[in-house]
């Protein structure tokens, strides 16, 4: 079956710091993988796409990383600020599926 | 920039109505698709359109219907809403040939069906 996690479910740090998230994925076959944001109530934003030929996507303090070969790609914050709180949702278009299949997210909490 | 707006950000229903959610974008994309967000479950697909008049079945499609009758606009109809229809709808869309692109989503709609 054809899934993405996304380990720790919640996270907090301190303001400023440097943070990585991640995002597994079960199949190496893939067309694309796409971060987005998600305030609470809201709609998701999206961040980054990277296209399975890119290793990876770079926006601001922000850069996704991806690994097809081990199924793995990150999503780092640069300086860290409070208004970075939000859920951070990974997203997979595998080969064959024509569809977005998402993981939980990953709540992350920016503490002043 | 992409917009893609619902008709409601909050909706209250009764079980057994007749419901339609509306999703309007303006950047002329070819692919719409409504989703259901719930806690522990994520997002899943109801359904998708590639083009006018066209729909796909997602993941979850038994209790909705979809209608997209112009490019700009896809509409979500639930027949006779129940209780488990109670979630945040989010539309979204793409352009170009296929599903591959980047998909923008809206603002989601909280809907609860009492």
């Known amino acids: 079956k054809q899934e993405v996690t996304q380990i720790p479910a919640a996270l907090s740090v301190p303001e400023g710091e440097n943070l990585v998230l991640n995002c597994s994925f079960t199949?190496?076959?893939?067309?694309?993988l796409q971060w987005f944001r998600q305030d609470p109530g809201k709609g998701l934003t999206s961040l980054l796409l990277?296209?399975?030929?890119?290793r990876e996507q770079t926006s601001g303090r922000l850069n996704a990383s991806l690994d097809k070969s081990s199924g793995r790609s990150t999503l780092y914050i640069a300086a860290s600020q409070p208004g970075d709180s939000a859920t951070y949702l990974c997203?997979?278009?595998?080969?064959?599926?024509?569809?977005?299949?998402f993981g939980q997210g990953t709540r992350l909490t920016i503490n002043p | 920039d992409v917009k893609v707006t619902q008709s409601s950000r909050y909706l209250v229903k009764r079980t057994g109505e007749k419901v339609f959610l509306e999703c309007v974008q303006d950047?002329?994309?070819?692919?719409m698709f409504w989703y259901r967000q719930d806690p522990g479950l994520g997002l899943r697909l109801i359904y998708f359109?590639?083009?006018?008049?066209?729909?796909e079945k997602g993941d979850i499609p038994e209790g909705y219907s979809v209608s997209r009758e112009k490019k700009e606009r896809f509409s979500l109809i639930l027949e006779s809403a129940s209780t488990n229809q109670t979630s945040m709808y989010l539309c979204?869309?793409?352009?170009?040939?296929?599903?591959?692109?980047?998909?923008?989503f809206g603002p989601g709609t909280r809907l609860t069906v009492l």
């Open positions: 950047m002329d994309h070819e692919n």
């Open positions: 199949d190496s076959a893939i067309y694309n």
């Open positions: 990277i296209q399975s030929s890119q």
């Open positions: 359109s590639y083009d006018v008049k066209m729909k």
């Open positions: 979204a869309s793409s352009r170009g040939q296929g599903l591959l692109n980047e998909q923008f």
């Open positions: 997203a997979v278009t595998f080969t064959g599926a024509q569809k977005l299949v």
